[in-house]
Nanobody, 124 residues
Framework: QVQLVESGGGLVQAGGSLRLSCAAS????????MGWFRQAPGKEREFVSA????????AYTDSVKGRFTISRDNARNTVYLQMNSLKPEDTAVYYC?????????????????WGQGTQVTVSS
């Protein structure tokens, strides 16, 4: 099991930027892919982005392509989500998650450890 702690959320105006961080501890970090999901009020949790164990492969949901960038620092056991050109529809609680796989996956079933989440609010 891995423990995940997100940080970096907050309130930002549309067009602004935020960088989320997720610090991991517990089982070895560098052997597993990592992901970010988000959940808006009244909606189901949805995939945002994922990164393979090496960092060489990434995946994004269509609505954030070109605006969000996922990265990881295996030496620091940390994964990041740089969010630029934020829109009000990006408002949600963002969750960091550790995958059971080594490759970047958009399927929720491939993830088995979750952080507590960090709130991102984008005002118009």
């Amino acid at each position: 099991q891995v423990q995940l702690v997100e940080s970096g959320g907050g309130l930002v105006q549309a067009g602004g930027s935020l960088r989320l961080s997720c610090a991991a501890s517990g089982r070895p970090f560098s052997t597993n892919a990592m992901g970010w999901f988000r959940q808006a009020p009244g909606k189901e949790r949805e995939f945002v982005s994922a990164i393979s164990w090496s960092g060489y492969s990434t995946a994004y949901t269509d609505s954030v392509k070109g605006r969000f960038t996922i990265s990881r620092d295996n030496a620091r056991n940390t994964v990041y989500l740089q969010m630029n050109s934020l829109k009000p529809e990006d408002t949600a609680v963002y969750y960091c998650t550790a995958s059971k796989r080594t490759y970047a996956s958009s399927y929720r079933e491939d993830y088995d450890d979750w952080g507590q989440g960090t709130q991102v609010t984008v005002s118009s």
